[in-house]
């Protein structure tokens, strides 16, 4: 098989256990694709990044926490350095640290990522745009969660 059918089918078997929740059958397939991405494409490659998500993901759902978040950490770094920090896939991946963040109950940890996201949202795709409204209510679930902490 060539590379790009290797990588191909790595990924879409992964997605088939995924979708449906057999999470380690689905890690060991990711985990090579990703390999495969870095040393092929590069570390800064678009889909490397998109893997280094879906692994990410992977693992959030686990509540791997530890494991998840270098991935999205290393998203965030790469896509501030390569893409800049005002553009949509930069809003995504703060978005995807900020929901680690919430879901470890690390809330002030999460709100500032929110808040970034959420401006970079409404600032370049507007404040209609479905990515925008995702951030928008991952952001208000936290404030809820912030204010029943406290209350």
């Not at 057999?22 to 998109?50: D, S």
């Not at 991952?138 to 209350?151: F, H, P």
Request: charged share 20%.
């Amino acid at each position: 098989m060539t590379f790009w059918e290797v990588r191909n089918l790595l990924f879409q078997v992964g997605i088939y256990f995924y979708q449906r929740g057999q999470y380690r059958e689905a890690e060991p397939l990711w985990t090579r694709y990703l390999a495969i991405c870095e040393q092929v494409l590069g570390p800064e490659h678009p889909e490397t990044l998109r893997s280094l998500n879906n692994l990410a993901i992977l693992y959030l759902n686990q509540g791997m926490y530890e494991q998840a978040e270098p991935l999205y950490q290393r998203a965030l770094t790469t896509r501030e350095r390569v893409l800049g920090t005002n553009h949509p896939d930069t809003a995504q991946a703060l978005n995807n640290l900020a929901l680690l963040y919430s879901d470890q109950g690390k809330y002030e940890e999460a709100e500032p990522l929110y808040q970034r996201a959420l401006a970079i949202c409404e600032q370049v795709l507007g404040a209609d745009h479905l990515n925008t409204i995702r951030v928008r209510n991952n952001y208000t679930n936290l404030l809820q969660e912030m204010k029943q902490r406290t209350e």
